[in-house]
Nanobody
Framework: VQLQASGGGLVQAGGSLRLSCAAS????????LGWFRQAPGKEREFVSA????????DYADSVKGRFTISRENAKNTAYLQMNSLKPEDTAVYYC?????????????????WGQGTLVTVSS
């Protein structure tokens, strides 16, 4: 599967953005998905994950209550709705896919990655 993330941009603190992750291929529903982010000088970190069907989701503590992950298998697309953005949310955001039903929390859990989209939150 090939992934392409989009929707990043510059937003003021407190604002919102919705990231999209478009996938190629006819087996999108066979992959669990995740969003990760990497700030300058830092390691890539887990943000959120969603199961094959979308019924199971999880979030990093730092974004819980502010971000919402979702997916539309019929459109081969996943989303990350980000509300109440903070300057510390500034990073390149990546979507990723893994085979299997379990949610993934580590970079090494995922075999497929998109190219990343930059989110910048100004104070």
């Amino acid at each position: 599967v090939q992934l392409q993330a989009s929707g990043g941009g510059l937003v003021q603190a407190g604002g919102s953005l919705r990231l999209s992750c478009a996938a190629s291929g006819r087996t999108f529903g066979s992959y669990s998905l995740g969003w990760f982010r990497q700030a300058p000088g830092k390691e890539r970190e887990f943000v959120s994950a969603i199961s094959l069907s979308g019924r199971s989701t999880d979030y990093a503590d730092s974004v819980k209550g502010r971000f919402t992950i979702s997916r539309e298998n019929a459109k081969n697309t996943a989303y990350l709705q980000m509300n109440s953005l903070k300057p510390e949310d500034t990073a390149v955001y990546y979507c990723a896919a893994k085979v299997g039903i379990r949610l993934g929390y580590e970079v090494d859990d995922y075999g497929y990655w998109g190219q990343g989209t930059l989110v910048t939150v100004s104070s």
